[in-house]
C-alpha cells in the first residue's frame, strides 16, 4: 500500500509542464541620443511657448476696467522683454507715460467678445483727458477699411447732447449720429487711448468713467 501511494503521487513521465520564462531582453539608448531628444524637445517647447505669448497680449502688467484693458508701463523704460518682444513683433508704437494711455477692448461690458454681426453703443463718458480717440480695428489687428473710410472718432469732432455726453453706434448698417461701421464679418476691436490724462500711469481711473460697450442685437 505504501508503495502504491508513493508512486501514485510521484511525477510520471507524461505530467504537465509550466512553460519556461523567457529571458528580459534590455535595448540600451545611447546617452548622446537622449541628449539630443531632450535638447530638440526643450527647443521645440520654448519656441512654441514664445509664439504663443507673442502672438497675444503682453502677459503682465495690465490694468482692466470693465472691458477695457492697458498696460501702463507698454511706453515705458520699464517695459518687461515681454512686452518690447510684442510691440516689435506688431509695430506699434506706444503712446509714453508722458503722453497718455490707450485701452483696448474685446468684449462688450457684459464680457462677450464682440462680434461684426451685432450692433453695439458706446458712450457715454471717458476719463478726464485734453483728448481721447476711439478707433475700431479689425480682429488682425488693422484699422477697419469701411466705404466711408472713417474708423475712428475724437472728443473734438464727436456729436454731444446737452449733458455734454455721447454715443457712439458701431454696425455694419448706417445708423444715425454718431456710428462707426463695422468689417463685414468676423471679430474686432476698440481702442480708446487717452492723451494728456492725469491716469497716465494708470492711477486714479475707475470703471465708472469708462464707456459702456452695450450689445443692442445680433444679426442685422
Do not use: H
Not at 63 to 86: E, F, H, Q, V
Not at 168 to 184: E, K, V
Request: glycine share 10%; proline share 7%.
Amino acid at each position: 500500500m505504501s508503495t502504491d501511494a508513493i508512486l501514485t503521487n510521484a511525477p510520471g513521465t507524461g505530467a504537465t509542464r509550466a512553460p519556461a520564462p523567457k529571458p528580459v531582453s534590455f535595448r540600451i539608448v545611447p546617452t548622446a541620443f537622449l541628449i539630443v531628444y531632450s535638447l530638440l524637445l526643450a527647443l521645440g517647447l520654448g519656441l512654441g511657448s514664445t509664439y504663443w505669448i507673442l502672438k497675444g497680449d503682453p502677459p503682465f502688467g495690465s490694468l482692466s476696467l470693465g472691458p477695457w484693458k492697458a498696460w501702463p508701463a507698454l511706453g515705458s523704460t520699464s517695459a518687461d522683454p515681454y512686452m518690447r518682444a510684442i510691440l516689435a513683433r506688431r509695430g506699434d508704437v506706444p503712446l509714453a507715460i508722458g503722453e497718455g494711455l490707450g485701452f483696448t477692448a474685446t468684449t462688450d461690458s457684459e464680457g462677450r467678445a464682440l462680434d461684426s454681426a451685432c450692433t453695439y453703443r458706446v458712450g457715454a463718458d471717458t476719463p478726464a483727458a485734453r483728448l481721447w480717440t476711439l478707433s475700431v480695428y479689425e480682429q488682425d489687428g488693422r484699422l477697419v477699411r469701411t466705404e466711408l473710410g472713417r474708423n475712428s472718432f475724437t472728443s473734438a469732432e464727436i456729436l454731444r447732447d446737452a449733458q455734454d455726453r455721447f454715443t457712439i453706434a458701431l454696425s455694419r448698417s448706417l445708423q444715425d449720429g454718431n456710428w462707426l461701421q463695422l468689417p463685414p464679418t468676423g471679430r474686432f476691436s476698440i481702442v480708446l487711448r487717452l492723451y494728456d490724462t492725469p491716469g497716465a500711469a494708470g492711477t486714479g481711473l475707475t470703471e465708472s468713467t469708462f464707456p459702456v460697450i452695450e450689445r443692442v442685437e445680433c444679426g442685422s
